[in-house]
């Protein structure tokens, strides 16, 4: 991963930035929270918000819901200029090589690696890297301030995560295995549409047309067999992964409802665990997504790292 730590060097100002927008934008929820439970008490209680409650609340609705849209647009910056350094380096290297060396690179294997490599990344870096970042921050400070307000309820109803976990291990490592398989089905089939285009004289010369249409439809195959398989195997698992996200919600129902009965809990912290829930089970949802594709990243940027100029 030296290739992506030189990227995020590069980028450092931005990627701090992002970071730290990333940072205050869960930081404002949890406190959005906290006063929508605080209301929601009252309410409870028998005692209308004032208005300069309900200014306070609608002032932080708009804070909150700023600092998430800068939230989004700075990471964007950061990565899609993270994913522009990237394509130029790669440039970069091919045209610093000797006119001998280039002559001899295959067109098949560059063009495999654009349509592979170079775009998996930069797709990577758009939808998943901050995403990934902010999903952790969240699930750990989230998960740490529901600890204080309610230790038991946020324990008993939130133990099925670590199974999740485990779960989510297993199946990332069965989803990154068929996406690989479905990658290099692809190069395959690039590589035979490069070898038609070379030979294409050839091939028409000794009437080869036939056999060759026949090797390149049985690579094509192989690729469209792979990745519906692997669109399968994610879709399987990641469907079973989100079942199993519902079960600390329902204890938090159960659980939390009966200690709201035997006067524990408030109204206004069950909201609070209710509407959080989804920062700390609901993230483990999509985590064999998010570890799936990181591998593949990984792979991808274990291919490109020797092809780029620094």
Not at 153 to 161: D, H, K, Q, R
Request: charged residues 15%; hydrophobic residues 50%; glycine residues 10%.
């Amino acid at each position: 991963m030296k290739a992506l730590v030189k990227l995020i060097n590069k980028r450092r100002l931005a990627s701090l930035f992002a970071a730290g927008a990333v940072v205050a934008s869960s930081a404002l929820a949890l406190v959005w929270n906290a006063l929508l439970g605080g209301i929601i008490d009252g309410v409870s209680a028998g005692v209308a918000p004032g208005g300069a409650e309900v200014a306070r609340a609608l002032a932080l609705m708009a804070t909150t819901g700023a600092a998430a849209y800068c939230s989004s647009m700075i990471s964007g910056y950061a990565c899609e200029g993270m994913a522009h350094d990237l394509r130029m380096g790669y440039a970069r290297h091919i045209a610093s090589l000797p006119v001998a060396e280039a002559e001899r690179l295959n067109s098949g294997e560059q063009i495999s690696r654009l349509q592979n490599e170079l775009a998996d990344v930069s797709a990577y870096l758009g939808n998943n890297l901050f995403q990934l970042f902010g999903d952790c921050i969240r699930f750990a400070v989230t998960f740490g301030w529901l600890l204080s307000i309610n230790a038991r309820l946020a324990l008993s109803a939130n133990l099925p995560v670590f199974a999740i976990m485990v779960y989510v291990y297993f199946s990332s490592k069965a989803i990154g295995i068929a996406v690989a398989q479905s990658q290099e089905a692809k190069e395959r089939m690039n590589r035979h549409a490069d070898a038609m285009l070379t030979l294409f004289p050839i091939i028409k010369l000794y009437d080869a047309a036939r056999m060759t249409l026949k090797n390149y439809g049985d690579a094509v195959g192989s690729w469209e067999q792979r990745t519906v398989r692997a669109e399968r195997v994610r879709a399987r698992l990641m469907s079973l992964s989100g079942l199993l996200s519902n079960v600390p919600l329902m204890l938090l129902f159960l659980i939390g409802g009966g200690m709201v009965l035997d006067g524990a809990l408030t109204v206004g912290a069950l909201y609070v665990f209710l509407n959080l829930s989804g920062n700390v089970s609901g993230v483990m949802m999509n985590m064999p997504g998010f570890i799936s594709a990181f591998r593949q990243f990984s792979a991808n940027m274990g291919r490109l790292a020797p092809k780029l100029a620094d």
